[in-house]
């Protein structure tokens, strides 16, 4: 995430420094000591260009300030917020700034059972997602989700790279005798 990206060059690269000028000072031979100050310029050099200047779709970067942008303009109070793979709720509070409840899940199983509780007084579901992650592949949380509400909206960012897409699906939850649930 990019949000991670000063943390990286004000904590590792000066931690690594240390490291490797303890191993040159511990090194007889000057040439382990060239090499190694080499790798760290070079591949801290290539990963910061490539990071902060490729192109979007080369990097892969998912647009969550899109997809919270989207969610923020749509969202009400009465909404329940599902994201999942639950690792990207650090880059999804990031960009929210609406009153609605939050829910982490990386479960899919029995997952409509499992929300009873956090439903009570909800009129929609917003599952805010990236489909192409290992764990939303696996879980299929969207489709549990299809199967007991109806999709009323529905937003997938666009991104060269499919695992970097978010999908985001509005669900309306019926009330109490007149839906499937």
């Not at 004000?10 to 000028?21: D, E, K, N, T, W």
């Not at 998912?62 to 989207?70: E, G, I, R, V």
């Not at 899940?105 to 992650?133: A, E, M, Q, W």
């Not at 939303?136 to 989700?145: A, N, P």
Request: some cysteine; proline content about 5%.
């Amino acid at each position: 995430f990019r949000i991670y990206n000063f943390k990286y060059f004000l904590f590792l690269v000066p931690a690594l420094a240390i490291i490797y000028g303890h191993i040159i000072a511990k090194k007889p031979r000057r040439a382990a000591a060239y090499f190694l100050i080499i790798m760290l310029l070079a591949g801290n050099t290539y990963s910061y260009a490539l990071y902060n200047f490729a192109p979007d779709d080369y990097y892969g970067n998912a647009n969550w300030k899109l997809a919270c942008n989207y969610i923020n303009q749509r969202s009400e109070p009465g909404d329940l917020i599902i994201v999942s793979p639950s690792m990207f709720y650090t880059v999804f509070n990031l960009y929210y700034r609406g009153d609605a409840q939050l829910k982490l899940l990386d479960s899919g199983k029995d997952v409509v059972s499992n929300l009873n509780d956090s439903l009570k007084g909800k009129k929609r579901i917003i599952l805010c997602f990236v489909p192409y992650h290992v764990i939303s592949t696996q879980e299929k949380i969207d489709l549990e989700l299809n199967r007991a509400y109806p999709v009323i909206d529905m937003l997938e960012s666009r991104n060269f790279y499919p695992r970097n897409r978010i999908r985001l699906l509005f669900y309306q939850i019926p009330e109490k005798g007149t839906g499937t649930h």
